[in-house]
């Protein structure tokens, strides 16, 4: 079965940039019918989704406008994963934040979560 | 912060039925599949309810989805103890081009 595998820091300064990846087992991150996305969950913002990445004959990206200019999401084929990138964080980053599959319009799997926590 | 509204809590006995609401609006449930989760402590939320009323693989079918207009509803029939979670809906949102969830609700099992 599809299973996705988080893996990155749990600490990250103030203005420096969180780094994340999500391992893929079980599907392709090339695939022509799923988008590998990024969501963040804290007590302030509730549960929010960042953005994503997807490959339709060629690669696409979306991302939510409250970190639009400071995200990036990029897929590595050669390891059949994908990564997150959100630059200059402030403490309003902290969070657990999620990768997630999204087939048909439904994120239906979901990484274990990483507690990130913005501090100097 | 969460675009679709939710009630903070529900509650019930076991045996009971439980109705939690979403309200969105046209660019959202008013015009996409809406989509429900489950969230126990420290856990990942788990898909309960995909395109507004299907149930995936091991979902009992205790739980049930709805929608009218801008408005979905989550049932849970026959509440039972391990029902206790937090549940949240979801939807694809085609005014700010991405996928918006609800606030929350907190069930209870009295």
């Known amino acids: 079965q599809v299973q996705l595998q988080q893996s990155g820091p749990g600490l990250v300064k103030p203005s420096q940039t969180l780094s994340l990846t999500c391992a893929i087992s079980?599907?392709?991150?090339?695939?022509?019918?799923?988008?590998w996305n990024w969501i963040r969950q804290s007590p302030s913002r509730g549960l929010e989704w960042l953005g994503r990445?997807?490959?339709?004959?060629?690669?696409?990206?979306g991302y939510a406008v409250s970190v639009k200019g400071r995200i990036t999401i990029n897929p590595d084929t050669s390891k059949n994963q994908f990564s997150l990138q959100l630059h200059s964080v402030t403490p309003e980053d902290t969070a657990v934040y999620y990768c997630?599959?999204?087939?048909?319009?439904?994120?239906?799997?979901w990484g274990q979560g990483t507690m990130v926590t913005v501090s100097s | 912060q969460s675009v679709l509204t939710q009630p903070p809590s529900a509650s019930g006995t076991p045996g009971q039925r439980v109705t939690i609401s979403c309200s969105g609006s046209?660019?959202?449930?008013?015009?996409?599949?809406v989509n429900w989760y489950q969230q126990l402590p420290g856990t990942a939320p788990k898909l309960l309810i995909y395109?507004?009323?299907q149930r995936p693989s091991g979902v009992p079918d205790r739980f049930s989805g709805s929608k009218s207009g801008t408005s979905a509803s989550l049932a849970i029939s026959g509440l039972q103890s391990e029902d206790e979670a937090e549940y949240y809906c979801?939807?694809?949102?085609?005014?700010?081009?991405?996928?918006?969830f609800g606030t929350g609700t907190k069930v209870t099992v009295l």
């Open positions: 997630a599959r999204l087939v048909g319009g439904t994120p239906d799997i």
């Open positions: 079980g599907d392709s991150v090339s695939s022509n019918s799923a988008a």
């Open positions: 990445t997807y490959y339709r004959s060629k690669w696409y990206n």
């Open positions: 046209r660019s959202n449930v008013g015009s996409d599949t």
């Open positions: 395109s507004t009323n």
């Open positions: 979801a939807a694809w949102d085609g005014s700010l081009n991405g996928y918006v």
